[in-house]
T-cell receptor
C-alpha cells in the first residue's frame, strides 16, 4: 500500500490476556519505530528496527513487551499479560533510512483498551 | 539525554489570528528538527522540517526556524483557519551511540474558532 498500515485499528481485551499488534511499513523503508501514546500525552518511544534487528529497545516499559520484524517488512508488537496501564494508542512509523533528516511516516495506530 | 519541551495547550484562537507554538530542545550534536500535526481522527503527518541551524521549514503557511543559539524551533502561522485545529508535535532526531532516535514533545492542542 501507499502508507503505513496497522492492524487491528481497535482492540479491546481483558486484563491478563496477550495481544499482538501488527505494522506493515511503506515498502522499501528500512527503519521502523513503535511508539505509545497515552490519552492526552505525547509519543513515548518503544523500540526501533533497522532492517530486522533492533538496535534500540530502550523504550520497552517491561519484559511483558516484545517486538520482532521479519523480512525487513512486517513488525509485530506483543504485550503479554496485559495490564490496564497498557491502554493506549500504539503507533508505528517507518522511514527510508536512518539519516536524521528522513521524516517518519506514521500509521493510524491501534487503539488498545484493557478492561 | 535529548529532550523536547513544548508549550502546554490548549491554545484557542480566533480565525485569522497569529499563531506561535513554542518548542525548545536539548540535544548533543546537531539534531534535525520537525513539526508533526495530528488532525482529529487522523494519524500523525509531517508538517515541516529543518536539518541545520538557521534553516527555515515551511508548509501550508506554517513556518519554523532552527535557532541553535536559543535551541528553539517555534512554529508560527500568520493567519490561522478553523481547519488548522489539530494537535501539533515538535520532534528532534538525534544520535545516541550511533543510533538515531526521534524524541517527540508532548503535543500542543490548537483550537481555532470561526
Amino acid at each position: 500500500g501507499a502508507g503505513v498500515s496497522q492492524s487491528p485499528s481497535n482492540k479491546v481485551t481483558e486484563k491478563g490476556k496477550d495481544v499482538e499488534l501488527r505494522c506493515d511499513p511503506i515498502s522499501g523503508h528500512t527503519a521502523l519505530y513503535w511508539y505509545r501514546q497515552r490519552l492526552g500525552q505525547g509519543l513515548e518511544f518503544l523500540i526501533y528496527f533497522q532492517g530486522n534487528s533492533a538496535p534500540d529497545k530502550s523504550g520497552l516499559p517491561s519484559d511483558r513487551f516484545s517486538a520482532e520484524r521479519t523480512g525487513e517488512s512486517v513488525s509485530t508488537l506483543t504485550i503479554q499479560r496485559t495490564q490496564q496501564e497498557d491502554s493506549a494508542v500504539y503507533l508505528c512509523a517507518s522511514s527510508s533510512g536512518t539519516l536524521p533528516n528522513q521524516p517518519q511516516h506514521f500509521g493510524d495506530g491501534t487503539r488498545l483498551s484493557i478492561l | 539525554g535529548d529532550s523536547v519541551t513544548q508549550m502546554e495547550g490548549p491554545v484557542t484562537l480566533s480565525e485569522e489570528a497569529f499563531l506561535t507554538i513554542n518548542c525548545t530542545y536539548t540535544a548533543t550534536g546537531y539534531p534535525s528538527l520537525f513539526w508533526y500535526v495530528q488532525y482529529p481522527g487522523e494519524g500523525l503527518q509531517l508538517l515541516l522540517k529543518a536539518t541545520k541551524a538557521d534553516d527555515k521549514g515551511s508548509n501550508k503557511g506554517f513556518e519554523a526556524t532552527y535557532r541553535k543559539e536559543t535551541t528553539s524551533f517555534h512554529l508560527e502561522k500568520g493567519s490561522v483557519q478553523v481547519s488548522d485545529s489539530a494537535v501539533y508535535f515538535c520532534a528532534l532526531a538525534g544520535s545516541t551511540s550511533g543510533t538515531y532516535k526521534y524524541i517527540f514533545g508532548t503535543g500542543t492542542r490548537l483550537k481555532v474558532l470561526a
